[in-house]
């Protein structure tokens, strides 16, 4: 199949809303306007919707609404256009849309509309949205072709861009459509039964070539530290050490301001920005920067590796109530009347993004200060032109967005302080600047997901049932630890889930699946030893906790069969499984690993995986984020560690923030993915949860001996063997 | 001051300061913006490019060491997609955020031209410096066997 064009990112909202001639539908509660124009006031009432362009010569302009942060969803959400209008896919061409979420938002966390690319859900928080966008479309061709031809429009069908008249034999193709036509008074809501069921889809669920690919393996892809604008100036800042401290004073800024090409100093809120002719005088000049920063931050004396203590004492405190997040039945006559009870820790570091693109954006302020222009790669866009707009003193609506590609989100690119820095240093630069963080600016100042201690409690009938559960948090990180601590498709009777939180003042954040992560590692490790001890079969503890969930079964069942479970494993290795859930795709995973006994190296050999995600769009796309996410979960779980001494991050790039590369990659994924008429879920994240779990009950195959602590690095291994 | 080289092909001359790197003066000074900046330390291969033939690291390449020799870009490897190792990166869909991906293409177009025929070892060893994010690792051993066995 051809794959589609891509235009990015240049579009902007008033060439958009002008457009190039052709025909754009733009679908208000039931109404569109044809050819929409600046002076149409209409347009600017904020509840218009307008998805497809479609020009006299048959083409289609498709608007992709999310970010394309290496997920697909560029791709993904306009063939979910087309699918219901019946284009032609060689005949697309996906532009960025403009940020508007009153028009282009789906429903946000908190009820609203929002366009933010966050959890996994592009694909579905906008399979609804857009598939009607595309069967109103198509209404509107319908419409037009039955007043041209003078018949019913009911008796009209179409096939990839072509409105046909059976009857008569009459065909005519979008294009030609596009050349006279008008708009409908109202556009009907096309109820679902009219639309296409998943035995009729011509695009979804079919391997169409990803658009934003080709610019990728030429060099042409832009993000935004591509951008260059005439008269650019360049902007590096050095941060704060630790996290709330402010510079007092910049020592040597007499012989900073010496450096040929640097132009000025900007003192921030949390550090001291250099303005330069050159990204690498402004990268010189901020190293030598020498402040002096204010004392008595919060996070001054965090130590994090000492507070896995105070975690393990705070979890063990009966005194301290955290927050309850689910408590059913009696935990404590549950445990007290146990044939037997369990009871471990598990335990997590910080884990830094390491998106490979770093943080950078450029800004461009009008001489009168008025306006500006922004070039962001953001997973949040709406915030981070406000954030601009705040920095500037200005109204959003002054601030024209430029979505760039993302070179790596994963989270970090949802907060939007870069571009605060950016806009406060074009705005003293009085010229367009690109900021750009350093790798190490990029750790130092970095928001990482949580590090926690997992207080993990059970009780077990005569039969070896669960029949009490209790799951404790405690960490700095507030609602970020607590993402999948439940677990919605095992039942048990008496249960209590519990977060203890302590603000240590460090800064954390979302990040791939965030707390899913260590709660599934946590959750799944723990049932193994139950079973272990118990001497039920891994995987028939996880069934008969699943009883009442067949889809959950069937991944379990599927993953299990995909690696022969019941068979021995190879001489010399183990196997672990491991089932969860994130942004309601169910996942179960099957690890086969070896382990260096000398150097304490853990080999991933195979990892066999199951995946119900509802329907399907782009299958291909399912795999590669389900391959991508079983190697950023392996990575975090094998040597991933962020650590703090005194407040201050102690990595600084990646020869000591360990990220996987590609020769600990597991030799061999296998993901299946389980067919279903279900509306789609995420799959941005679903792969990575059940990794740890799976890891840790593999080498506890192997071995005899559990690892309870992420990340499993050869030195943690080597102690683990020798004790 | 002031350095001769070629680059993609053609002669160019270009004026930095006297410490510049390859890397930024690639970008900025001559627009060739897909050799990518990910770690300035040689520690990522984002920034991977061909110094005569030979893959290197350009944030650590001093423009000094450029002079009078050949470099190649992913620019210059083809801009139409159709150098072999390209069409192979898109028969196999490998990019995600395809930051990283100039690097890991450039270091995979400088192992085939010293080894047509990689072993999986060869090319784990050869490929272990360009780190992915997003993790296409078993996407790029793929697309670069695919490759091997058209040449």
Redesign the interface.
Same mark, same amino acid.
């Given at each position: 199949m051809e794959s589609a064009k891509t235009i990015i990112p240049k579009i902007s909202r008033r060439k958009f809303l002008v457009g190039a001639g052709g025909f754009t539908f733009l679908i208000t509660t039931g109404v569109i306007w044809p050819k929409l124009s600046a002076e149409n006031k209409t347009a600017n009432d904020g509840t218009i919707t307008a998805w497809v362009h479609l020009q006299p010569d048959g083409k289609v302009i498709i608007y992709n609404p999310a970010a394309e942060m290496g997920q697909g969803s560029m791709t993904a959400l306009p063939v979910l256009i087309a699918e219901e209008m019946d284009v032609d896919w060689s005949m697309v061409i996906i532009e960025n849309s403009p940020i508007i979420p009153e028009i282009y938002g789906s429903r946000g966390f908190r009820g609203g509309k929002s366009m933010i690319t966050v959890g996994s859900r592009a694909v579905s928080g906008y399979y609804e949205i857009l598939r009607q966008a595309g069967a109103q479309a198509r209404y509107v061709l319908l419409y037009n072709a039955a007043q041209k031809w003078n018949v019913p429009i009911q008796e009209l069908t179409t096939d990839a861009g072509v409105v046909i008249h059976k009857s008569s034999g009459k065909k005519m193709l979008y294009g030609e459509i596009a050349e006279f036509a008008k708009s409908p008074d109202k556009i009907p809501k096309i109820p679902k039964e009219q639309m296409k069921q998943p035995g009729q889809f011509r695009l979804i669920g079919k391997n169409i070539p990803r658009c934003d690919i080709p610019g990728k393996v030429n060099g042409s892809a832009i993000f935004a530290i591509d951008i260059q604008l005439p008269d650019m100036v360049y902007g590096a800042i050095s941060r704060t050490p630790v996290n709330g401290a402010r510079p007092v004073n910049v020592l040597n800024k007499d012989s900073i301001m010496e450096i040929d090409g640097v132009i000025d100093l900007v003192t921030l809120e949390h550090g001291v920005g250099v303005i330069a002719n050159s990204i690498e005088t402004a990268f010189k000049a901020k190293k030598q920067l020498h402040i002096q920063w204010s004392e008595g931050a919060k996070a001054a004396n965090y130590n994090s590796v000492e507070a896995f203590e105070k975690y393990e004492n705070m979890a063990g405190d009966a005194s301290i109530k955290g927050n309850v997040i689910k408590d059913e039945g009696n935990i404590t006559n549950a445990l007290q009347n146990a044939e037997k009870t369990y009871s471990s820790d598990y335990k997590n570091d910080f884990a830094y993004h390491a998106q490979i693109e770093p943080l950078n954006a450029v800004v461009s302020v009008a001489p009168d200060g008025s306006s500006a222009e922004l070039w962001v790669g953001s997973q949040a866009p709406v915030s981070a032109r406000r954030a601009a707009a705040q920095a500037l003193g200005i109204a959003e609506t002054k601030v024209e967005i430029h979505p760039c590609y993302l070179g790596g989100g994963f989270g970090r690119r949802s907060m939007s302080g870069y571009v605060s820095e950016a806009a406060l240093l074009a705005k003293r630069a009085g010229k367009p600047l690109k900021l750009v963080w350093t790798r190490e600016d990029d750790i130092a100042y970095g928001a990482f997901r949580p590090m926690s201690v997992q207080r993990m409690q059970a009780g077990v009938d005569k039969s070896g049932n669960i029949v009490g559960w209790s799951h404790i948090v405690v960490g700095t990180g507030g609602r970020l630890m607590t993402s999948g601590v439940n677990t919605l498709f095992y039942t048990f009777p008496n249960q209590h889930i519990e977060m203890r939180n302590v603000d240590e003042g460090v800064r954390t954040k979302h990040w791939r699946a965030v707390g899913h992560g260590p709660n599934k590692f946590a959750i799944e490790a723990f049932i193994d030893e139950i079973a272990a001890d118990q001497k039920i079969d891994p995987v028939e503890i996880r069934k008969r906790l699943m009883k009442n969930h067949p889809r959950a079964l069937k991944v379990l069942e599927t993953a299990a069969k995909m690696a022969n479970w019941g068979t021995p494993p190879p001489p010399g290795r183990g196997r672990g499984i491991a089932f969860a859930e994130r942004s309601g795709s169910l996942t179960a995973g099957v690890c086969e690993l070896s382990v260096d006994r000398n150097s304490g190296r853990i080999q991933v050999h195979n990892f066999w995986v199951a995946l119900d995600a509802g329907v399907v769009i782009q299958p291909d796309n399912v795999l590669a984020q389900s391959e991508g996410s079983i190697i950023f979960g392996l990575s975090s779980v094998l040597s991933e560690s962020l650590t703090f001494k005194k407040g201050k991050v102690q990595q600084s790039n990646f020869h000591d923030y360990n990220v996987m590369r590609i020769a600990d990659a597991p030799e061999n994924i296998e993901i299946k993915i389980i067919p279903s008429n279900e509306r789609p879920s995420g799959v941005g994240e679903a792969a990575l949860p059940f990794v740890g779990g799976a890891v840790s009950n593999a080498f506890a195959n192997l071995t005899g001996i559990r690892l309870r602590h992420i990340p499993f690095t050869p030195d943690k291994v080597l102690e683990a063997l020798s004790s | 001051m002031k350095t001769t080289f070629n680059l993609n092909g053609k002669t160019v001359q270009v004026e930095t #300061?006297s /410490? =510049?790197?390859l890397l !930024?003066t690639l $970008? /900025?000074h001559l627009? #060739?913006?897909?050799?990518?900046?990910?770690?300035?330390?040689a #520690?990522?291969g =984002?920034c991977t490019v061909h110094l005569d033939g030979m893959a290197v690291r350009s944030c650590t390449t001093p423009m000094s060491m450029v002079t009078n020799r050949s470099v190649t870009? %992913?620019?210059g #490897?083809? +801009? /139409? +997609?159709s150098h072999p190792l390209?069409k192979a !990166?898109?028969e196999e869909?490998?990019? @995600?955020?395809?930051? *990283? @991906?100039?690097g890991q %293409?450039m270091q995979a177009a400088a192992l085939l031209q010293n080894n047509s025929h990689p072993t999986r070892e060869q090319?784990? =060893?050869q490929? +272990?410096?360009?780190? *992915? $994010?997003?993790?296409?690792?078993? $996407?790029?051993?793929r697309a670069i066997e695919r490759t091997a066995q058209n040449l």
């Open positions: - | #300061l /410490d =510049a790197t !930024w $970008r /900025d627009g #060739l913006t897909g050799t990518k900046y990910g770690c300035g330390e #520690l990522c =984002a870009t %992913i620019e #490897l083809s +801009n /139409d +997609n390209q !990166w898109i869909q490998v990019p @995600q955020c395809g930051y *990283c @991906q100039s %293409i090319i784990l =060893a490929m +272990n410096g360009v780190i *992915c $994010r997003c993790g296409t690792y078993t $996407r790029i051993v």
